[in-house]
């Protein structure tokens, strides 16, 4: 049966396109598009919230290096114990029967030697984002710049490259992190950041090398070949631009996995060194008073946990969002 053609509006032509019609449409860039993928992904908006709340509580309470701060102590500091160092944060209101949402003296309670809690946890969330950053940024290039070679050109660079990626998957990551920070790891956090970027990349080189092995034999990339275009250009200029979406994910999931494995490491003492800290550091220093000072194990814990999930948030709403496949989005 025929359906019957839809009446026109007044003014308008019947049959005619939307754009004969006159009316507004608006083209929209990848960049447009994907950021509207991404802002609509509620999980990833969450994430991006909570992210920036540890990120501005860590460096705005106790400041960041000449930077001061709006918390009135410092991460080294000592002072008598206040009630057993009991946590003096309220966050139960007053109309369900509590005291109160309120600070206190020392909201996160204090140390065995009477050291602020809250500004020693805000110095490690600091350090442990600072390992972070440089864990990712560090094992995303290398894995990138081994994946985008090894995908385009093949042969014996790619077998040679891929066998060295294999053999470091092999390896459990922890084990490896660990020897690799005793022997080199223990002078600074910006060393302990490289060395621990330079065995995480795997993941990135793997996902990289499969997107350029589609890459390589698409018609730009044969017209770049045919008018002389050097490899190292192509695979920069042409290439990576078009692998993006993928770099940028596994920013945030090297970022998230370097937070658990610097805490790893430090839980075992082959992380931060003193007189540094982060967050595995003081797990690692308080872990025998789980039983009897609670708050000082599950304080650094709540942060891992905040920053890790949040990161992991993040790095979902841009993968949707670089999804090509995602055609929810409309005008």
């Known amino acids: 049966m025929v359906q019957p053609t839809p009446a026109a509006a007044p003014g308008q032509t019947p049959g005619a396109s939307d754009a004969a019609q006159g009316m507004d449409i608006k083209a929209r860039t990848q960049t447009q598009l994907v950021i509207r993928r991404f802002v609509r992904h509620r999980g990833a908006i969450a994430g991006m919230v909570m992210f920036a709340f ?4 860590a460096v705005t309470s106790i400041g960041a290096g000449p930077i001061p701060g709006w918390w009135d102590k410092n ?30 003296e020392h909201p996160f309670g204090q140390d065995n030697i009477g050291r602020d ?55 459990p990551t922890l084990l490896f992190a660990a020897m690799v920070a005793v022997m080199w790891g223990n002078q600074n956090i910006v ?26 034999e698409k018609e730009f990339v044969e017209a770049a070949r ?18 993006v979406g993928i770099i940028v994910v596994s920013v945030t999931l090297a970022i998230s ?8 490491l430090s839980f075992l003492g082959l992380g931060v060194q003193a ?5 595995g550091k003081i797990i690692n220093e308080y872990r025998t008073a789980m039983m009897t ?17 949040s990161i992991n948030f993040i790095g979902d709403g841009l993968r949707d969002a670089f999804d090509p496949r995602q055609n929810r989005v409309r005008a």
């Open 54 to 57: 540890v990120v501005a509580l």
């Open 75 to 104: 991460p080294v500091n000592t002072a008598d114990l206040v009630n057993g160092g009991r946590p003096t944060l309220g966050l139960w209101p007053g109309f369900l029967g509590g005291g109160g949402i309120h600070l206190g």
């Open 117 to 171: 809690y809250f500004a020693v946890v805000m110095r490690g969330t600091q350090i442990s984002l600072v390992i972070a950053l440089i864990v990712g940024l560090v094992a995303t290039a290398v894995g990138t710049v081994i994946g985008a070679v090894a995908g385009y050109f093949r042969g014996p660079a790619e077998a040679t490259l891929m066998r060295v990626t294999d053999l470091m998957i092999t390896i």
């Open 191 to 216: 060393t302990l950041g490289l060395v621990l970027g330079l065995v995480t990349w795997t993941q990135t080189a793997r996902l990289v090398r499969g997107e350029v092995l589609a890459l390589r």
């Open 226 to 243: 045919s008018v002389g275009t050097s490899s190292a250009r192509i695979i920069f200029k042409h290439l990576l631009p078009n692998v």
């Open 257 to 264: 996995s370097a937070i658990l494995l610097e805490s790893a």
């Open 275 to 279: 007189p540094d800290t982060s967050l």
């Open 293 to 309: 000072r609670p708050w000082l194990f599950y304080w650094p814990g709540v942060f891992i946990i905040a920053t890790a999930l």
